[in-house]
């Protein structure tokens, strides 16, 4: 397929990245730590350290694992914790040792945090002492030979770092009683490899740097794996997509957990290299103290989805703190909806830039161009170095103007699910293009725009229905907070539409909605049934589940 998207790149994009200028993640670390070594590179409670300091405490947790718990190259370390100062300690340490970080939701429950210990045959695990109780219940029955263990203040100065703990363990009752055998303190680890040296690993391209879990919501949740060449690959992609409008002093506000392969990537990395500030927020869920730590910053940049920018731009105080240093705002992970960028255009002045990607592709594909000014309904062009095809069932390029599912291929593509070829098979296709599972079409400038998930199209009568876009006629009414649409079985149409709707009016009836659907909707996408609810289930970073509330018994 002819490259048609190059031609509406923003000036100073390539359309090739540079692969080879880093071997390994490590490697990049290493010139970042020299060139911007006093620079603050995470913030969390207002604790900052600096790339100087990250550099000293992250090789005093690889010489530990290295000479204390003697795990050799390419050993699986499990993370398991939400945005804390020990996440890029333990990441940066395992990687410059020559390990495989295996990242876990700390909000897993027994039986997915033991399948994926089982699954990725992690050797340690580095957690947070108020996710112990799981650990401990399973922990047995994984290869996990070596338990860390790490309280929420621990990178906080004294006497903070002994308020914190405290008040969460003893006033707020946030640590249930968890006993695990020979449980080792993350501090005294790292106080014990500070006088160890960190020693010298061959790790290139090839090494698996990630085994990266999938949500697990189109089935069991499967290790991609992602080498240091698809990771640097997309760091780079990412990179050179924002580089000629990058600021020399960027401030990222990381609300999104970095576990996650969008904050991984997209903050924790690509903007480690350009020696800017990763604000690392511990639980975004509370909105009225994630818009008030955020208050403190003058920051300029942030990423997130579009249930948090929902949130944001739906609470009052976050018009009143200081945005004039914003100048770039990403959404991903899900669909943007029109109603949620246009409001927040009005009130920050920067267009919300839709991206998409998925954790098989480390995560970024395609991306609107960074100056673009206003919403346009697209997930944007394939970034450098990638080429998207729109291919029917059969594996055939369909014409441009037509929908089929989107296929990527690219640098950032991982080598496939962590022993199952037989899954790896059916996603990459024998000419490398993955598929993605997503419904898409490209216009004849390259945008490409996302139609829907394969699995969530609801057949009525014969017609396809696509959930985004009744939930986006739903976002434009005043009354709604949030919404998802689902199939549910009918016996005169095969499917019909349900949706579920969380109100923003309290007074918003069902006949309302409807009213409000039928102008906007042709008839067979209107709604037949609609349930209110407080509020929807979600993913650990936002993504609305609709397979739980179709799965749900009528």
């Known amino acids: 397929m002819e490259k048609i998207w190059l031609k509406h790149y923003p000036a100073g994009v390539p359309a090739e990245i540079d692969v080879d200028e880093f071997q390994s993640i490590g490697e990049l670390f290493d010139r970042s730590v020299k060139q911007y070594g006093p620079r603050r590179a995470y913030i969390n409670m207002d604790k900052a350290i600096t790339y100087a300091e990250l550099d000293r405490l992250s090789t005093a947790f690889g010489a530990y694992c290295q000479s204390v718990l003697k795990l050799p190259k390419g050993a699986r370390i499990a993370l398991m914790m939400p945005n804390l100062l020990q996440?890029?300690?333990?990441?940066?340490?395992?990687?410059?040792?020559?390990?495989?970080?295996?990242?876990?939701?700390?909000?897993?429950?027994?039986?997915?945090?033991?399948?994926?210990?089982?699954?990725?045959?992690?050797?340690?695990?580095?957690?947070?002492?108020?996710?112990?109780?799981?650990?401990?219940?399973?922990?047995?029955?994984?290869?996990?030979?070596?338990?860390?263990?790490?309280?929420?203040?621990?990178?906080?100065?004294?006497?903070?770092?002994?308020?914190?703990?405290l008040v969460v363990k003893h006033v707020k009752k946030m640590v249930p009683a968890w006993s695990i055998a020979d449980a080792i303190d993350l501090r005294a680890a790292l106080s014990q490899g500070g006088h160890l040296p960190l020693r010298p690993v061959e790790v290139g391209h090839d090494d698996i740097a990630f085994l990266q879990y999938t949500g697990g919501t189109t089935g069991v949740s499967k290790g991609a794996m992602l080498t240091h060449r698809n990771i640097i690959a997309n760091l780079q992609q990412a990179h050179a997509w924002i580089k000629p409008f990058l600021r020399p002093d960027e401030i990222i506000i990381t609300a999104l957990p970095l576990y996650h392969i969008f904050a991984l990537t997209a903050n924790c990395l690509t903007f480690f290299k350009i020696g800017a500030t990763n604000v690392l927020i511990t639980n975004p869920r509370d909105i009225p103290g994630f818009i008030k730590e955020i208050g403190k910053y003058?920051?300029?940049?942030?990423?997130?989805?579009?249930?948090?920018?929902?949130?944001?731009?739906?609470?009052?105080?976050?018009?009143?703190?200081?945005?004039?240093?914003?100048?770039?705002?990403?959404?991903?992970?899900?669909?943007?909806?029109?109603?949620?960028?246009?409001?927040?255009?009005?009130?920050?002045?920067?267009?919300?830039?839709?991206?998409?990607?998925?954790?098989?592709?480390?995560?970024?594909?395609?991306?609107?161009?960074?100056?673009?000014?206003?919403?346009?309904?697209t997930i944007g062009l394939p970034i450098s170095s990638t080429e998207v095809a729109i291919r029917d069932d059969a594996g055939n390029d369909l014409p441009l103007g037509e929908s089929g599912e989107l296929c990527v291929r690219g640098p950032q593509v991982m080598t496939g699910y962590w022993n199952r070829p037989e899954e790896t098979a059916k996603v990459i296709m024998p000419d490398g293009f993955l598929r993605t599972g997503d419904i898409a079409v490209m216009d004849s400038s390259g945008y490409v725009k996302i139609v829907d998930r394969k699995k969530d199209m609801i057949l009525v009568s014969g017609f396809n229905v696509y959930p985004n876009e009744i939930e986006d006629v739903l976002a434009m009414h005043p009354g709604v907070l949030e919404s998802a649409a689902v199939g549910v079985a009918d016996p005169k149409t095969g499917e019909a539409v349900k949706i579920y709707v969380v109100k923003k009016d309290p007074e918003l009836t069902e006949a309302a909605l409807l009213d409000h659907c039928r102008i906007n909707l042709t008839a067979y996408k209107v709604p037949r049934q609609i349930a209110f609810r407080n509020e929807l289930p979600k993913t650990n970073v936002g993504k609305i589940l609709r397979r739980e509330l179709r799965d749900e018994k009528l």
């Open 298 to 377: 003058p920051f300029t940049t942030i990423t997130g989805v579009n249930t948090l920018f929902n949130a944001m731009i739906n609470n009052p105080d976050f018009a009143k703190i200081d945005l004039s240093r914003l100048h770039l705002t990403l959404g991903g992970g899900m669909a943007v909806q029109r109603a949620v960028a246009e409001r927040w255009k009005q009130i920050t002045g920067t267009a919300l830039i839709e991206a998409y990607g998925l954790t098989e592709t480390s995560p970024a594909a395609t991306m609107n161009p960074v100056d673009i000014i206003e919403y346009n309904g």
């Open 87 to 165: 996440y890029p300690v333990c990441l940066y340490g395992a990687l410059r040792a020559g390990y495989t970080v295996v990242n876990c939701n700390p909000l897993y429950t027994e039986r997915e945090l033991e399948h994926q210990l089982k699954d990725s045959g992690a050797e340690a695990i580095v957690i947070v002492e108020n996710f112990a109780h799981v650990l401990a219940k399973i922990v047995a029955r994984t290869p996990v030979k070596h338990v860390l263990v790490t309280q929420l203040g621990d990178m906080l100065n004294f006497p903070k770092r002994l308020i914190v703990n």
